[in-house]
């Protein structure tokens, strides 16, 4: 059943959305919008804004907008009805009985989650009892304490097929249920057990304080070392991290990046509480853009072989266009933060953390151990890399700084390395140039929505049906003047949806604003919608730039009427010039 109408709008009165955002982003006032950099993408200059006047969000650069509904389902990656709920919650604002129900996917999340958090529970009940006895003290050979096993909920798994399923079962949970969390696993022969089994566990908590999947670690040196659900309804390591939601509490402004749940735990037990771990996969986008919410440093603190530097070298960019400032940390006679600490101690942690590496210098390292810099040939061929590497740095200050840097690591003079970069940069800022005036000279191209799904059949028509929309969109009233149009008459689908569904908000008193549309309209639709709302019209002249584009509309459908009539007659011609020759018959 759906949401009703005046419940949604009360709830839009009560969810400013300048309000909703700057609890996410930080908003700067510039005019009459508030500006940030995006949530959505990474960039360092701020073209994301909020228009308080629409209630409505865009980000000039990837595209998204929407209302604050719009919002709180792309931050939080929720569906409608869930990122409803979330707004209700903050507003005060009870939802309305018998429009929910848990045979849709929204009952199934919360069902998914309520089993997670028993068995969060039933994991880390077992690790007290005594099949628990060989997980507790794997744990404390770790140098956990109590205190920590209780803050972080671990937990073990016992070494049995079925221990979890059959506790569930008194729960009232099923083994489909346990399939759907990620809880259980089926064969190929249609037999269903526990996943984690003789391990020790790791609940998976997210910033919201859900408990939306687990990881389980062996206790010895058998494959795999750790095992993680897999994606669910309610779980996606892509975007999610390991005691995010502890760090985002801290009061540093950087994060510590480690590869694994005991890194990330032992750095806690420390008391240096903004440590995060990506939970079984490499650093993503996304996870990027969920750091910058709460830090403005990162410190990648993986280990120091191949792959660990292979990782950091992929998190590095990432990370700064996120908008991070990044640092990298290296450590000698330990392989890991939890190793080193317990070594060493937290101090000596913390000394080594505040020694950590710009980001430039650390690459030009790694890259620096990849050639034989006493061979002529090979100190060549680093300097070559090297300055292409420095030429993607947009400061000149910096291109020249760790040209610098480059230059002393070769035992050349500095202004071979600083042509070399300039030489570089230079070509690649003329390539970005030559592309950005190829898509200048096709502005056909650039007048089509940023979806190709979206894209208009006939480009003058669905330019005329976007004014249309967008005039009505700021004045209702205008409906009134398009002499019986509906959206059968759009050579755009999602147009003469859209242009349908106002029409029908109107007529029972609702405005006509795009926000509004949050359920109807998936993700592309409605930015290409709400970059419609916002474009700039002159509203003392909408009368007559309504009956302008109707004006276009009707010549294009005289067009494509009278293209069609050519076609059939073309048609028709064709089979009487087939039907009049005919092969000589033999009989």
């Known amino acids: 059943m759906p949401l009703p109408n005046d419940f949604l709008e009360e709830l839009r009165a009560r969810s400013d959305i300048v309000d909703v955002v700057s609890q996410y982003v930080p908003l700067t006032k510039k005019g009459r919008s508030y500006w ?37 389902m792309e931050i939080e990656h929720l569906p409608f009805r869930d990122a409803v709920e979330v707004l209700a919650r903050r507003a005060g604002l009870p939802m309305p009985q018998g429009t929910g129900g848990d045979a849709g ?39 956990l304490t109590n205190s920590t096993l209780t803050r972080f909920g671990l937990g073990f798994a016992p070494d049995r097929w079925d221990a979890l399923i059959e506790a569930m079962k008194k729960e009232g949970y099923d083994k489909q249920d346990l399939l759907d969390a990620g809880l259980a696993v089926s064969n190929k022969n249609g037999r269903i057990y526990d ?25 010895d040196d058998s494959k795999p070392k750790y095992l993680n659900s897999p994606d669910t309804l309610v779980y996606n390591k892509s975007l999610n991290l390991f005691a995010l939601n502890i760090a985002k509490k801290s009061r540093s402004d950087r994060v510590i990046l480690t590869e694994g749940y005991m890194d990330t735990i032992a750095l806690h037990q420390a008391g240096i509480d903004c440590a995060v771990a990506s939970l079984g996969t490499s650093l993503t986008e996304k996870h990027a853009q969920l750091l910058s919410r709460f830090f403005q440093n990162a410190v990648i603190s993986y280990d120091g072989d191949r792959a660990g530097v292979a990782a950091a070298q992929r998190a590095i960019p990432l990370l700064e266009n996120a908008g991070l400032k990044v640092r990298v940390l290296q450590m000698t006679g330990a392989k890991d933060p939890d190793e080193y600490i317990r070594a060493y101690g937290r101090d000596a942690f913390l000394r080594l ?93 650039a007048m089509q929505p940023r979806s190709p799904s979206l894209r208009y059949s006939n480009l003058r028509a669905g330019r005329a049906e976007e004014t249309l929309l967008g005039l009505v969109m700021l004045d209702s009233s205008l409906l009134y003047q398009m002499d019986g149009l509906t959206g059968a008459d759009f050579t755009s689908p999602l147009l003469g949806r859209v242009f349908d569904l106002l029409v029908q908000r109107a007529r029972e008193g609702y405005d006509t604003d795009p926000a509004n549309l949050a359920e109807e309209l998936n993700a592309d639709e409605m930015d290409h919608v709400v970059e419609i709302a916002l474009r700039p019209l002159s509203v003392p002249n909408s009368a007559k730039a309504v009956q302008d584009c109707l004006g276009v509309l009707r010549e294009e459908k005289l067009l494509r009427a009278r293209k069609t009539n050519e076609n059939l007659l073309n048609l028709q011609k064709g089979y009487h010039a087939k039907k009049a020759w005919r092969p000589a018959d033999d009989t």
């Open 353 to 445: 953390l505040d020694q950590s590496e710009n980001q430039v210098d650390y690459r030009l390292g790694q890259l620096a151990k990849q050639y034989n810099l006493g061979d002529d040939a090979q100190r060549v061929a680093f300097l070559q890399e090297a300055a292409r590497m420095l030429a993607s740095l947009p400061s000149a200050a910096e291109r020249e700084i760790y040209g610098d840097h480059a230059a002393s690591m070769a035992q050349v003079p500095r202004n071979v390395v600083a042509e070399d970069v300039e030489r570089f940069y230079r070509e690649r800022t003329r390539r970005e140039k030559q592309q950005e005036e190829r898509r200048e000279m096709n502005p056909a191209s």
């Open 105 to 143: 996917t929204r009952g199934r999340r919360e069902k998914i989650l309520k089993l997670n958090v028993l068995a969060a529970r039933t994991f880390h009940r077992w690790l007290a009892g005594p099949e628990g006895q060989a997980g507790l003290q794997y744990l404390r050979n770790r140098g």
């Open 36 to 72: 940030a950099c995006c949530p959505f993408h990474s960039e360092k200059t701020p073209s994301f804004s909020v228009t308080p006047e629409r209630q409505m969000f865009k980000c000039f650069g990837c595209g998204k907008g929407g209302g604050v509904i719009n919002f709180v």
């Open 195 to 219: 996943r984690f089994r003789n391990r020790v566990i790791f609940p998976i908590i997210d910033i919201r304080g859900d408990v939306i999947g687990f990881g389980g670690r062996v206790m």
